[in-house]
T-cell receptor
Framework: DAGVIQSPRHEVTEMGQEVTLRCKPISGHDYLFWYRQTMMRGLELLIYFNNNVPIDDSGMPEDRFSAKMPNASFSTLKIQPSEPRDSAVYFC?????????????FGSGTQLSVL | AQSVTQLGSHVSVSEGALVLLRCNYSSSVPPYLFWYVQYPNQGLQLLLKYTTGATLVKGINGFEAEFKKSETSFHLTKPSAHMSDAAEYFCAVTRMNRDDKIIFGKGTRLHILP
């Protein structure tokens, strides 16, 4: 398996534009997580899915953020409209999340810059 | 609620010296504990984990960590630092239930001095 695949690796956009980040989890994993990493706040959990269903979105900062998982092999995180404070690295991770496994497998991240 | 505190956002050690990265957790039930490592421009990868059983856990690249319930700690150590250990290290906690999210600490950047 190629691991968790995120696209794009880098995204530069202007304030007010819509941004869509994409993630393909590892085949067979039933949990998918979206994290945001910044210098100020570290690694924040935004939302996670189990079997394509959102379980906890309490970390989504505002209504401008939305996430979907239409099937087991694809998820998107959308920001509309984007703002400069959304600039961060966004990670997707997948897992079985069953004891004693519990390992999260991370993608390489999307570096988002909102000008 | 669970939480993780990593003491020191930056730690510097000389090559060949002992590495000690501190992590304290808070959990109302027995926890699962993890250390992840992040190299520049990469995602996080699992270094080691404690679930049940032996409290001293060995991971990749010569790292180990000891779960101390009385101290609510899970400190990461390596006897002799190598230049390739320079990275950011994250401690994480979850409870022993499915559907419980994994909570990460803010990370400790390890610098290795030649």
């Amino acid at each position: 398996d190629a691991g968790v695949i995120q696209s794009p690796r880098h995204e530069v956009t202007e304030m007010g534009q819509e941004v869509t980040l994409r993630c393909k989890p590892i085949s067979g994993h039933d949990y998918l997580f979206w994290y945001r990493q910044t210098m100020m706040r570290g690694l924040e959990l935004l939302i996670y899915f189990n079997n394509n269903v959102p379980i906890d979105d309490s970390g989504m900062p505002e209504d401008r953020f939305s996430a979907k998982m239409p099937n087991a092999s694809f998820s998107t995180l959308k920001i509309q409209p984007s703002e400069p404070r959304d600039s961060a690295v966004y990670f997707c991770a997948s897992s079985f999340l069953q004891a004693p496994d519990l390992e999260l497998f991370f993608g390489s991240g999307t570096q988002l810059s909102v000008l | 609620a669970q939480s993780v505190t990593q003491l020191g956002s930056h730690v510097s050690v000389s090559e060949g010296a002992l590495v000690l990265l501190r992590c304290n957790y808070s959990s109302s039930v027995p926890p699962y504990l993890f250390w992840y490592v992040q190299y520049p421009n990469q995602g996080l990868q699992l270094l080691l984990k404690y679930t049940t059983g032996a409290t001293l856990v060995k991971g990749i690249n010569g790292f180990e960590a000891e779960f101390k319930k009385s101290e609510t700690s899970f400190h990461l150590t390596k006897p002799s630092a190598h230049m390739s250990d320079a990275a950011e290290y994250f401690c994480a906690v979850t409870r022993m239930n499915r559907d419980d999210k994994i909570i990460f600490g803010k990370g400790t950047r390890l610098h290795i001095l030649p």
